[in-house]
């Protein structure tokens, strides 16, 4: 039923009666009457009798023939429950999207996509030229995988229809989009199907564009939440009638039903759009792992960042390394330079509190003047989104809900960032001064002053407000927020990535982590040295900033990982995080049968006036923390208790 009340979160026998009998297959939406009230449902299995020993009712109504519920689903949902304590229903609406008739009834292909006639491994096959589309039994040409000592293995265990799991570090400068796409020819080639995840809709496009080229127009679709009801829902079904054998798309594409599946693969795990903000708040990674697991499927983890999760697949032996060798490595990279290493700083003694050093400045002029685009990042959007008073430093608040004052122009007048108000007559609390100064850049008053250090260069900016996907190669400044960054055509010559501080500096789990997958996706779009040059305003001993200069991602991860097992923190080991009010909180605890193990960290104050509580295990006693949990919610959803909790297990942020 979709009830999500963690008490009644099993399944309920009915009888079908005889009128129904032919339509009411699993799969299917179905009405039911449960507790007085007609509520929706899913036909999960038909048998000829029922444990239970009382009077059972009948199924009120199919809702549609359609078996849109796909057995391997509906049992990786239950898993995906189990793993994240959620509820089956939960998860169940995540994994299908809401019913279409019109798109229902539309006329469709009968017929699923062809597989190859033969699937003796071995058996001789024609090989695909680049640019051509390629069919069933036919070998791809690893092309760029070729730079990768284990690129063409893998390709060519996907085309034997063997299931090889692989993290696979990026080359600066590298086609991720071309790449994936010849993994997912190579699975096609094998008769089976695959499923790729991207954060973005900027990444789905750029997949999209590979995969036609490779695989030919017709022979996958995309699923986005953006798409729309009908035209995801249309894909949806698409996917489920077996009519392609490839599904992308972003989140919303992890449970795709998709027959035959040989792959699943995510890029760029690290980023935080993978994390489903809907209860239980799986994330895509482990959804397509799980479903790799229990399908016995292929998996890719790809990036040019490497996250302490990928890590661990590869310190368990559950996945290999598919990485280049240096020698590779050093030949694609641009020029790094930190602006706060020794060396820079006798040379520059104001590099450390510059905000735009000699060194970034040279290296903007110097590609300029060689007719070479310079993207600069910046990790705010907006203009200054932070002020302070101009004689005390005090950060300015608004005075009615203590958020942060941000001037949205040069001219503007202050306002707050959460509620929105006008300070108009802002006056600073700790000396009265009226006067404010930046205490946080962001990206357009960024792009303001590199207009006038450089003023007859065009400016561009590329943010949350306009996300730009591609600039020309020309000369031109191109300031972007993280994620926001657009290829330049033939590659930037210089790339500088400003305020690294804002980045590393964060209260978080992540922020080393998160700041060098940010740096190392600029960098990839850099040319690689002596005609590319990346300047990172930064540190150059921090650990983030040496695995930026040697292009090592698996070092950091590594690093990373250690640091994590010794401190006793994901992925290392599984915790789980309890938030609401203090009461609710801990009346959920004291109704958790808890392993033994389990070690309980807390409050620590969480938004809205409640407390959040964590509950850390090792990761052997992972599924029994999170059954306790899930118990203790069926316990209070049983008694209708009126405060609500969220339950979190390896949530992004834990603080």
């Not at 249309?234 to 490839?246: E, I, K």
């Amino acid at each position: 039923m979709d009830v999500a009340l963690a008490h009644l979160d099993r399944p309920f026998d009915y009888l079908v009666p005889a009128e129904l009998d032919d339509v009411a297959v699993p799969g299917t939406r179905v009405k039911v009457r449960f507790a007085g009230q007609l509520v929706d449902g899913w036909l999960l299995a038909r048998a000829d009798d029922s444990g239970h020993t009382g009077r059972l009712a009948y199924l009120e109504k199919v809702v549609s023939p359609e078996p849109v519920l796909a057995p391997e689903i509906a049992r990786l949902a239950r898993a995906v429950a189990d793993r994240y304590a959620g509820n089956l229903a939960d998860v169940l609406r995540l994994a299908v999207p809401p019913r279409h008739a019109r798109v229902e009834k539309e006329p469709h292909d009968e017929q699923p996509t062809p597989t190859p006639e033969s699937g003796a491994a071995g058996d001789a096959v024609a090989a695909v030229v680049p640019g051509e589309a390629v069919g069933p039994g036919e070998a791809v040409d690893p092309r760029g995988w070729r730079d990768y000592p284990t690129g063409p293995a893998l390709l060519r265990a996907l085309t034997d229809g063997r299931a090889p799991r692989a993290v696979w570090s990026a080359l600066p400068g590298e086609d991720w989009a071309a790449r994936y796409a010849d993994a997912v020819a190579a699975t096609v080639a094998g008769g089976r199907g695959a499923v790729v995840v991207v954060p973005d809709a900027r990444d789905l496009d750029r997949l999209d564009a590979a995969l036609t080229g490779v695989l030919g127009p017709g022979r996958h679709v995309s699923l986005s939440a953006a798409l729309g009801p009908a035209r995801r829902y249309r894909a949806f079904l698409a996917a489920r009638r077996g009519q392609v054998p490839v599904v992308i798309g972003t989140r919303a594409a992890m449970f795709a039903p998709v027959p035959r599946l040989g792959l699943v693969a995510v890029w760029d795990d690290g980023d935080d759009l993978h994390s489903e903000p809907r209860a239980p708040y799986p994330h895509a990674r482990d959804v397509l792992l799980t479903r790799a697991q229990l399908g016995e499927a292929g998996a890719l983890v790809g990036g040019y960042a490497r996250t302490a999760e990928a890590q661990l697949l590869l310190e368990t032996g559950w996945a290999r390394e598919v990485v280049a060798d240096r020698a590779t490595v050093r030949a694609r990279i641009p020029a790094i330079a930190p602006t706060g290493d020794d060396p820079q700083l006798a040379r520059d003694p104001g590099a450390a509190t510059a905000r735009l050093p000699s060194l970034a400045w040279t290296a903007a002029r110097d590609a300029l003047r060689a007719d070479l685009p310079v993207l600069v990042q910046v990790p705010r959007r907006g203009y200054l989104p932070s002020v302070s008073c101009a004689d005390c430093r005090t950060p300015a608040r608004c005075a009615h809900c203590a958020g942060p004052l941000a001037l949205p122009s040069a001219g503007g007048t202050p306002a707050c960032r959460w509620c929105a108000r006008v300070a108009a007559a802002y006056a600073c609390p700790q000396c009265g001064g009226r006067r404010l100064r930046a205490a946080v850049t962001g990206a357009r008053r960024t792009a303001e002053e590199l207009g006038r250090a450089f003023p007859d260069v065009p400016v561009r900016t590329s943010g949350r407000e306009e996300v730009l996907t591609d600039v020309p190669g020309g000369a031109a400044l191109v300031v972007a927020t993280p994620g926001a960054e657009p290829v330049a055509e033939g590659g930037y010559g210089a790339v500088l990535l400003l305020d690294s501080w804002a980045l590393l500096t964060r209260a978080d789990l992540r922020a080393g982590e998160e700041a060098l997958r940010r740096w190392l996706a600029a960098t990839a779009l850099a040319r690689p040295a002596p005609a590319g040059r990346v300047v990172v305003v930064a540190d150059g001993a921090l650990a983030p900033v040496q695995a930026l200069l040697r292009w090592d991602a698996a070092w950091f991860a590594g690093r990373e990982l250690a640091e994590r097992r010794e401190l006793g923190f994901p992925p290392a080991v599984r915790m789980a995080s309890v938030t609401g009010p203090a009461e609710a909180v801990a009346d959920l605890l004291a109704a958790a049968r808890l392993p033994g193990d389990a070690e309980v960290l807390g409050p620590v104050p969480a938004d809205e006036g409640r407390e959040r509580m964590l509950v850390r295990v090792p990761r052997a006693r992972a599924a029994a923390l999170a059954e306790a949990l899930h118990s203790a919610a069926g316990v209070r959803t049983a008694r209708k208790a009126a405060d609500p909790v969220r339950l979190q297990v390896d949530p992004l942020s834990l603080f």
